[in-house]
Structures are given as C-alpha cells and as structure tokens.
C-alpha cells in the first residue's frame, strides 16, 4: 500500500532494482490500468514509436535524453521490452511505472517476448531478486499489454505484423487477449509476423529456414505474391505488400508501423511506404554493430526516423560475472572496442538458441573488434551462432547485403 510512483520512477531512471513487495504492487496498479484499455488503443500525434529495446536499459535512457521525457513527449512502445539485454528488469520496471503515472502518455504494445517462454529474463529475475517472484509479477503483467495501437486513425501500430486470420481492427478488438500468449492464431500472428518484400525474403532468415522458405517459394513471382506465406521463424507469417495494401484500406488506414526485425540503419521502409520497421536497440546484445531509431510522427503525421546509436560508454555500465556492476569496455560505432568476448559468452542473457543461426553485417566503417576485420569497405562482417546451449560462438566471415537481419530468435 501507499507505492509512491514518482519516487519509483526516479529510482527506476538511477537503476535501482525496486523491492519485491514494490514490483508486485506495481504491477497490479500496471494491471488495473491496462485493463482499462482497449486491445487496440488510438493515440493521438504527435507521438513518438519505439521498436525493440530488449532489456538495453542504457539506449533507453538514451531514447529519452535525444527525443524527450514522458510525459512531455507522447510515446507507443512496440514491444519487446525484455530478453537479451543486461537489464530486462530495470527496464519493464521503468516503462511500468511511467504507464501507471502517465497512463495517457504512454502506450505498452505487447511483444512475442512479453510471455513467459524467456529467454533472459526469467534467469535475470532469479539472479536479481533470488527467487522467480518478480518474474511471475511480469508476466502476469505482460498478459494485458494492449495488442496495436492506431494513431489519429491513420497508422497501425503493431508489434510482429499482419494475420491471414485478421481482416479488421475489429476483429483484434474482440480477441480476449488477457492470457500468455498463444503459439498461433491471430493473437500470436500480431507478434510474430514479419513484412516479406522480394529483398529480404531469402536473406533474412536462418539458413535453415531459408531452405524451407525457397522450397515454398523458389521463384521471384512467388516472392512477389503479396500475400501470406508460412514464416520461417515457425510462429506468425510472412506477409506481403497486396496483403498489406488490402488491410489499410478495409481499415481506412495509411500505413503500418512495426518492430520485431533487426535494422542496421535502425529502420527500414518497405511496400512503398506502406509499411515502417522501428529497431530501438543500437548494438543489438552488445555486438550487433546496428544502428537504432525511433519513429517521431508529428501532428501532420509527418515521419521522421530519429536514428541513434548506443549510448556513450561513460554512461553505460554493465554487470560482471558475478552480477556485480562493472564500467563496461565500450559498445560505441566508430572503431571502440565491444565486451570482452568471454564476458559476453558468460552472460546466459543473449545465449542465443542451438540451431539458430544469425547473420549480421555491419556498416561501412562499423564496429572494428580484435580477431574481427572489416571487409573492403563492408565494416564487420560477423557471423553468430550458438554452438551448444551454453556457449555463442562468433565467427567473422559471413556477409550478406540485405540490411535487415532476422531477430536473434526465438
Ligand atoms: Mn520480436
């Protein structure tokens, strides 16, 4: 009883891990509020999109120092809030306890990761707090984080993308969303699915996946369909532009806004400008070597891709192997170093899954690491993959063109 929200908030904004008894409540208060909202929320402009943050505590507070404090700015986080990054907890934590301040600030859209399958952030609670309470709060948490969000009934916010199953915002509207998430059907499809122009089909995928996907559509006319095909991630679907453009205008909408894919550039826009990706976590698990960006939409529903990278090391620290806090190497872009590897090898948080293979290319004049040189004129070119369940392995000789690269999934 008698939570005092704003001294939370600054707790949160100085990373101080809140107390058992004080993340339970708030996430009850989270809860009643969340309850309150629809599953597709409409905001108002201007307003400004987050994609993935992914438990980078840091390039959040980044996010807010470059394009403004809530409740001073209006903000729609797209999801994906934890897993993978050093501070998962300090980073719910925080977005929480600005929803329950300023409920009409700030719009919580839910992410595949917002669901008890975790990767990350159940080890991370149990490491925090010394028992899996906290985590459970969360996730109970997670079941009412609203589906999408329409801002000015022109652009739908979501996190993954379209279903095959979903035709109207309506018919999100009556899904009964209060539940872990499912492993298909519309709710899931919201969170999983990813945009498939020609360009990126075939190349942003595992290479395992790549193969399935090029078995079902092996010709340059398949990729050109348009329509909804089976995703290579195994949950959602891959849909296309005529899909797309047959969404919009059943729903009198212009244009879809969605995270979920890993941007070099921090973002990118596809079908015409029928739809935006939002990546807001610069140097993906520390190595990525990508740029970020939010999406500020202004109140002629102008779009301006704020781009960022991580935030300067000086301000930046990260845990050590004991959980402890330690001033990190550096994370920056232009030729500083990265996280030891053993450190990072050593954190389970961003242990990515056996058999899932990413590959990332980084820009021209990207992160320069020892042991890993920059093509001519390529940047980094590196490869992650996981070896066993315990270890990533990184090796630096795979390249690609397409700027987009799959999530690190599941
Ligand atoms: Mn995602």
């Not at 399958?117 to 009412?144: P, Q």
Request: proline share 4%; glycine share 10%.
């Amino acid at each position: 009883m008698g939570i005092d929200i704003d001294l939370c908030i600054s707790q949160c904004y100085q990373r101080q891990l809140l107390s058992e008894a004080v993340v339970k409540e708030l996430c009850e208060l989270g809860k009643a509020v969340l309850a309150g909202e629809g599953n597709v929320r409409q905001v108002a402009a201007p307003v400004t999109v987050v994609g993935d943050v992914h438990g980078q505590f840091y390039d959040v507070l980044e996010i807010f120092k470059i394009a403004g404090y809530c409740p001073d700015v209006n903000y729609v986080f797209l999801g994906d809030y934890v897993d993978r990054g050093f501070f998962s907890v300090e980073t719910i934590a925080l977005l929480l306890c600005l929803k329950i301040r300023h409920p009409h600030r700030i719009t919580l859209i839910r992410g595949n990761h917002e669901s008890r399958a975790t990767y990350g952030f159940y080890t991370e609670c149990l490491r925090k707090y010394g028992n899996s309470n906290v985590w459970m709060y969360f996730t109970d948490f997670f079941d009412y984080l609203v589906l999408g969000a329409v801002i000015e009934d022109a652009i739908f916010c979501v996190h993954g993308g379209l279903s095959p199953s979903i035709h109207t915002l309506d018919q999100i509207k009556v899904i009964d969303r209060f539940k872990e998430l499912p492993h298909e059907g519309p709710m899931a499809d919201l969170v999983w699915s990813d945009p498939a122009p020609a360009a990126t089909a075939t190349t942003a995928t595992t290479p395992a996946a790549s193969l399935r996907f090029t078995a079902a559509s092996s010709s340059a006319s398949d990729d050109m369909r348009g329509d909804f095909q089976i995703s290579p991630r195994g949950a959602g679907y891959l849909f296309g532009k005529i899909v797309t453009a047959q969404f919009l205008a059943t729903n009198d909408l212009g244009h879809i806004c969605r995270a979920h894919q890993l941007c070099m550039e921090g973002y990118q826009v596809l079908f015409d400008d029928l739809v935006s990706t939002v990546w807001s976590a610069p140097n993906y698990c520390y190595r990525a070597g990508n740029l970020a960006s939010v999406l500020q939409i202004g109140v002629g529903l102008e779009r301006f891709f704020n781009v960022f990278g991580p935030c300067p090391d000086d301000a930046r620290v990260a845990p050590n192997r004991d959980g402890g806090a330690i001033v990190a190497a550096s994370t920056n872009i232009g030729g500083g170093g990265m996280f030891d590897d053993d450190e990072v090898l050593a954190s389970e948080d961003i242990v990515l899954e056996q058999k899932k293979v990413s590959r990332i290319r980084g820009r021209g004049g990207g992160i320069s690491r020892s042991g890993v040189t920059g093509g001519g004129g390529g940047g980094l070119v590196r490869e992650i993959s996981s070896m066993s369940s315990n270890g990533v392995a990184i090796n630096g000789n795979s390249t690609f063109s397409n700027p987009v690269v799959s999530e690190f999934f599941l």
